[in-house]
């Protein structure tokens, strides 16, 4: 999938000149917007500040749609030239009209770019094999601190689904966000806000309305760990065009979007007999529901690659289940329409749920295509159970789906992988279509289990096997790391892993196991020799029963904007055994660990028994988000379990 980008050129390969561009009066709109004062709250340090964003979007009675766009960017510190390139893309399905760029310089000097200063290249998408968008964009002389960057550009395109966004706050400030839309006689419009309350339009002209919104702050996320994705913070206005009625509600919206997708999608999804022939090679329609689905899906996982090729229709139309069944691969729109087709042959129904990567983008109560990625929804027959299946949405009229992603081939059918959880999602079902709210799974469905024995000798020098357990979605990162590395790769990042652990050891023999088989847990088994691990005071050997692994978050600010976001739920246990010197007794040991703050638990404890240690620790996160007013309690538990992790077992020399 493809959301519209607003990209950095200094992240993009630059190519040839453009045949857009040319010499023109340095416009007055430019001039006045410099003169604009930048608001700086206090304890913030922006970078750059937008001192004008202007849209204008004049629908034509045609369904299209013509953009110009106006922006101002002040440059303050040297990293903010990364916010002040002047970028507009464009493809197959849209015409870019005009481009137009200036600059003024900290010294005041005005610089108006021409033709042969426009530059010319193609985004670049990861999995994106080939797609038809371009962009331009230009170096504009005097973008230093102090100095000016201004662009408009004038764009025709397709108004996808009557459906349109305007994202009035970015990660710096800005001054002034103007918007502006003029419709044909007759149309109508209504909109919906996010992360921000509803203003009145001004009518500026004859079904032509105004927006304007002064002194945006920026969302700085730089410093701010655990947060959520911009997108979820941003605000936003999304209005919906239509040549008859449009509705008002949100239910009724996502129906309407739901529908122009649908009829967009389904016509893809018709798979001819080869389709089928297969697909009932690998299962038939007279077996058990969740063999049908697994051998399906493990087939998209395993058989077809994901390779995107977009051209046209802003990446959302699928390319024919038939063409991805044969050239094995696609997107992850491609996937689900052929996982669609090769269902339907063994008698189960599915259709396709639009999502986003960043947990909170899109917005319940906000309609719109702001999504990236398109994943499954299957329908569980009636009154079947099966505790394999966890991923399940269950509607008000009492029909279930389990909710499948084909693209991530590293997260077994009946779950789902933890950046989707708890996000929503648009179910396309024709006029059912509507939000879901994707299941969060608990604790208990993706546990790491680390377990090691150890021997330390009175030199302070631990040696030990360490086994390493994981089993759920979270799982997926780490077999496409072991899937796709070397050996030697392999070690380095144990290597460096251990670097945080040990100030000096060695790796001996080292082992993975499970890695494709989802349904079991992935294992990892090393050995490793710690020189200087005990710490020598006397006769007194310091030892820090937790060897290897940290769960912790530093947590440093006290004040908290923004609210927190794990990565996902899970249960994460630590057992080691550690034998300890002969000539040796435990002298004291660390107090037991015992929180529980609703949102997560903690517990730790250290025992001593026939010269073993034994350290054993238990740490669950149950939600997914807190709210800001709820950090202190985080920074509570994060303090408790960084004073855990580094606490020591004193050992006493024996007479």
């Known amino acids: 999938m493809r959301r519209a980008p607003v990209l950095l050129a200094a992240l993009l390969a630059l190519t040839s000149a453009s045949a857009f561009g040319s010499s023109r009066k340095f416009p007055d709109w430019v001039t006045q917007a410099a003169a604009a004062k930048v608001h700086v709250p206090a304890g913030s340090d922006p970078k750059a500040a937008v001192l004008l964003e202007n849209e204008l979007d004049t629908i034509n009675p045609d369904g299209t749609i013509t953009e110009r766009y106006r922006k101002v960017v002040k440059i303050l510190e040297p990293e903010g030239r990364d916010y002040a390139h002047p970028v507009v893309t464009?493809?197959?399905?849209?015409?870019l009209i005009s481009f137009h760029v200036w600059g003024i310089g900290p010294d005041g000097h005005h610089y108006t770019l021409k033709k042969d200063q426009i530059i010319e290249g193609g985004a670049d998408e990861w999995g994106i094999l080939y797609n038809d968008v371009l962009y331009d964009t230009a170096d504009v002389p005097g973008a230093d601190p102090g100095g000016i960057v201004a662009y408009e550009f004038v764009e025709k395109s397709t108004l996808y689904?009557?459906?349109?966004?305007?994202?009035?706050?970015h990660e710096i400030p800005t001054v002034k966000s103007v918007f502006e839309v003029d419709l044909p006689p007759g149309w109508q419009h209504t909109e919906l806000w996010h992360n921000h309350k509803n203003v009145v339009p001004m009518q500026v002209g004859p079904n032509q309305f105004r927006w304007e919104l002064d002194n945006i702050p920026g969302i700085d996320l730089d410093s701010v760990p655990m947060a959520p994705a911009e997108g979820a913070l941003d605000g936003r206005m999304t209005v919906y065009f239509a040549s008859t009625p449009v509705p008002t509600s949100a239910p009724q919206l996502w129906s309407r979007i739901g529908v122009w997708y649908t009829r967009l999608a389904s016509p893809q999804s018709e798979g001819p007999a080869d389709i089928?022939?297969?697909s009932r090679s690998l299962t038939t329609a007279n077996t058990d529901f969740i063999t049908r689905i697994r051998a399906v899906a493990t087939f998209m996982q395993q058989q077809i690659r994901y390779v995107g090729i977009e051209i046209g229709i802003g990446g959302y139309i699928p390319h024919p289940?038939?063409?991805v069944f044969r050239n094995r691969y696609g997107d992850c729109k491609d996937k689900v329409t052929l996982m669609i087709a090769m269902l339907d042959a063994v008698g189960v129904r599915a259709t396709w749920v639009l999502v986003d990567t960043d947990r909170g983008v899109i917005d319940p109560n906000v309609p719109s295509l702001d999504g990236d990625h398109m994943i499954a929804a299957i329908v569980i027959p009636p009154g079947y159970q099966n505790p394999a299946l966890k991923a399940v949405v269950t509607m008000k009229d009492g029909k279930r789906y389990l909710i499948f992603d084909p693209t991530n081939e590293y997260v077994p059918i009946g779950l789902l992988p933890n950046y989707l959880q708890g996000s929503t999602g648009?179910?396309?079902?024709?006029?059912?279509?509507?939000?879901?709210?994707?299941?969060?799974?608990t604790p208990a469905t993706d546990t790491v289990d680390r377990t090691a024995d150890f021997t330390l000798n009175a030199n302070g020098i631990l040696t030990g096997t360490v086994t390493v357990k994981r089993?759920?979605?979270s799982s997926w990162n780490q077999r496409y790391f072991y899937a796709l590395n070397s050996a030697d790769d392999q070690r380095k990042a144990l290597d460096n892993g251990l670097s945080s652990d040990f100030s000096s050891f060695t790796v001996g023999s080292a082992s993975v196991h499970n890695v494709q088989a989802l349904d079991k847990p992935l294992v990892q088994q090393y050995q490793v020799a710690a020189n200087d691990y005990a710490k020598h005071a006397g006769a007194l050997l310091l030892v820090r029963p937790r060897v290897i692994g940290s769960d912790s978050v530093n947590l440093q600010t006290s004040g908290r904007k923004y609210p927190v976001e794990f990565d996902g739920?899970?249960?994460w246990r630590d057992t080691f055994k550690m034998k300890i010197p002969a000539g040796y007794k435990v002298d004291d040991l660390p107090d037991p660990v015992n929180m529980n703050l609703g949102f997560a638990s903690y517990h730790s404890d250290v025992?001593?028994?026939?010269g073993v240690l034994k350290y054993s620790r238990e740490y669950m996160v149950k939600k997914l988000e807190l709210k800001a007013a709820d950090y202190g309690e985080l920074r509570k538990l994060e303090a408790q379990i960084n004073a855990d992790e580094n606490s020591n077992v004193v050992l006493k020399k024996l007479p």
């Open 90 to 95: 464009f493809n197959s399905e849209s015409k």
């Open 161 to 169: 689904a009557g459906v349109d966004d305007w994202i009035f706050q």
């Open 426 to 441: 648009l179910l396309m079902d024709g006029a059912e279509s509507q939000a879901i709210s994707l299941p969060i799974l």
């Open 607 to 610: 025992k001593a028994q026939g």
């Open 321 to 323: 289940a038939e063409e």
């Open 276 to 278: 089928a022939s297969a």
């Open 471 to 473: 089993l759920g979605a």
């Open 569 to 571: 739920t899970g249960d």
